[in-house]
């Protein structure tokens, strides 16, 4: 193999959807600058999502529209008929 040809920050991450509070852990190269407590009582880099597996539509069957930043009633407020 190569010298040099993985990152050398390869480490244990924690993501987490902020839209219904699932959490996993996975290795990753990612830069945060959150830590999180896990489950086995070490601290790991925290990585915070708005959307995953188990809150996407295509994977839930569920078509929900999650608008974290309300850019839709944004909109409606704005162009709305008076």
């Known amino acids: ?45 925290l990585v915070k999502l708005e959307i995953s597996h188990t809150s996407h539509p295509f994977y839930t069957g569920k078509m929900k529209l999650v608008d974290t930043a309300g850019r839709i009633d944004k909109f409606r407020s704005r162009y709305n008929k008076k």
């Open 1 to 45: 193999m190569k010298k040099d040809l993985h990152p050398s920050n390869y480490r244990l991450v924690v993501f987490k959807d902020m839209s219904n509070d699932y959490s996993f852990i996975t290795k990753s190269c990612i830069d945060t600058r959150e830590t999180v407590q896990w489950e086995d009582g070490n601290e790991y880099p």
